[in-house]
């Protein structure tokens, strides 16, 4: 069975800095994806960055990227320019590739990243 | 914009009744899910359903069921709720197709407390 591990169960970051997010999975499977989920306080979970296990190049969105490591198996968020909107609890999912029916996404049990001014 | 709906936002039941949890899904996606949301676990997956009256087991399912009787609607139903039922819980709802771009998008979350 797949597992996601979060390590960092709070990081803090100030204003118009960088911090990164761990994250390393398990798995046995070559194909499937990855992915940073962000849940405000009392708001809806949305994704953040997705990544391709057969795409070498790391992903990014604006301010967000990815340090992609296959063989090491870890997927860390990199939050760069940090706003006080970051401060979120964000998840790092997994998800096979494999299999025609609707698959779930295995979660880590988050991070909380607070952001201070 | 995909929308996902849940019933209630928080909801206070007590021990033995039989709780209904509703999400309605505007996209006619194929699958929905269900997770539990506990601080320190994170998101651990109920059932879920790829199809109107298909439904999966996932990690977690004893003590709920679910049904799902029309696409867009997908109802989690705890039988008889105990105490330690008490927890957020978000319905999703993503594409059948699997592919990297088909995200699952998330309701707002129900956050019961069994007393």
């Known amino acids: 069975a797949q597992t996601v591990t979060q390590s960092q169960p709070e990081m803090s970051v100030q204003e118009a800095e960088t911090v990164t997010l761990s994250c390393t999975y398990d798995?046995?499977?070559?194909?499937?994806?990855l992915f940073w989920y962000k849940q405000p306080p009392s708001r809806q979970m949305i994704l953040v960055i997705r990544?391709?296990?057969?795409?070498?190049q790391n992903a990014t969105e604006n301010r967000f990227s990815v340090n992609f490591q296959k063989a090491a198996k870890s997927f860390s968020l990199k939050i760069s320019d940090s706003q006080l909107g970051d401060a979120a609890m964000y998840f790092c999912?997994?998800?096979?590739?494999?299999?025609?029916?609707?698959?779930?996404?295995?979660f880590g049990k988050g991070t909380t990243l607070s952001v201070s001014s | 914009d995909v929308k996902v709906t849940q019933s209630s936002r928080y909801l206070v039941k007590r021990t033995g009744e039989k709780v209904f949890l509703e999400c309605v899904q505007d996209?006619?996606?194929?699958?929905m899910f269900w997770y539990r949301q506990d601080p320190g676990l994170g998101l651990r997956l109920i059932y879920f359903?790829?199809?109107?009256?298909?439904?999966e087991k996932g990690d977690i399912p004893e003590g709920y069921s679910v049904s799902r009787e029309k696409k867009e609607r997908f109802s989690l139903i705890l039988e008889s709720a105990s105490t330690n039922q008490t927890s957020m819980y978000l319905c999703?709802?993503?594409?059948?197709?699997?592919?990297?771009?088909?995200?699952?998008?998330f309701g707002p979350g129900t956050r019961l407390t069994v007393l």
């Open positions: 999912a997994y998800r096979s590739a494999l299999g025609q029916a609707g698959t779930a996404l295995i």
């Open positions: 999703a709802s993503s594409l059948f197709r699997q592919t990297v771009y088909n995200e699952q998008f």
């Open positions: 359903s790829y199809d109107v009256k298909m439904k």
């Open positions: 996209m006619d996606h194929e699958n």
């Open positions: 990544q391709e296990a057969y795409k070498q």
């Open positions: 798995t046995s499977e070559s194909d499937y994806y």
